[in-house]
C-alpha cells in the first residue's frame, strides 16, 4: 500500500493499528501568555531597531555637523562659537536639536540618550584633543539630565 493509493478501509486499519496521541489543549491563559510575550518581544525588537536606527542617524548628523563645523571653522577663524551650550550647528529652522529629539521621544527615553550622550563624551575626552570641552559637553548633558528628572 502507498499513500497515493491507500482506501479509507487502509486508513482505519492504521488509525486502529497506531491511534493519534492526545496532546493536551492549552488554556487560554497560556495561549494569552505565548501571543503577550510574542508581542512584548516584536515590540521590544521594534522599538530597539527604531533607536538604534536613530542613534545612527544621530551620529551620521554630528558627524556631518563636526566636519562642516571644522570647515566653517577653518574658513572663518575670527568667528568664536560657544560649542558647549549653544552650537550653531545644532540649530537649524529655528529648532534646537535637542528639542527636537526630546519631542521624539518617551520621557525615560531620553533620559536614557542624555545619559548615553554623558557617557560618550567622558569616554572619548582623551581622544579628540579637545578634552575640556568634552567634558564640558558631558556636563551640559548631565545638567540638561537633572532638570527633567
Not at 487560554?28 to 542613534?55: C, F, G, P, R, S
Not at 558647549?84 to 540649530?91: E, M
Request: glycine share 4%.
Amino acid at each position: 500500500m502507498s499513500i497515493n493509493n491507500a482506501t479509507p478501509a487502509d486508513w482505519d486499519r492504521l488509525r486502529e493499528k497506531h491511534p493519534a496521541l492526545e496532546v493536551p489543549k492549552p488554556t487560554i491563559d497560556e495561549q494569552m501568555k505565548v501571543y503577550l510575550n510574542a508581542a512584548q518581544e516584536e515590540l521590544n525588537t521594534a522599538w530597539w531597531d527604531q533607536h538604534i536606527e536613530n542613534l545612527e542617524n544621530l551620529e551620521r548628523r554630528e558627524l556631518a555637523d563636526f566636519n562642516n563645523s571644522r570647515d566653517t571653522a577653518q574658513e572663518e577663524p575670527d568667528t568664536e562659537e560657544d560649542a558647549v551650550n549653544s552650537p550653531s550647528h545644532y540649530n537649524t529652522g529655528g529648532v534646537e536639536a535637542i528639542q527636537a529629539i526630546e519631542a521624539s521621544m518617551s520621557k525615560e527615553a531620553f533620559q536614557g540618550y542624555l545619559k548615553g550622550n554623558c557617557m560618550k563624551y567622558i569616554w572619548r575626552m582623551s581622544y579628540k584633543g579637545k578634552a575640556k570641552e568634552d567634558t564640558l559637553k558631558a556636563q551640559w548633558y548631565l545638567n540638561r539630565l537633572i532638570e527633567i528628572l
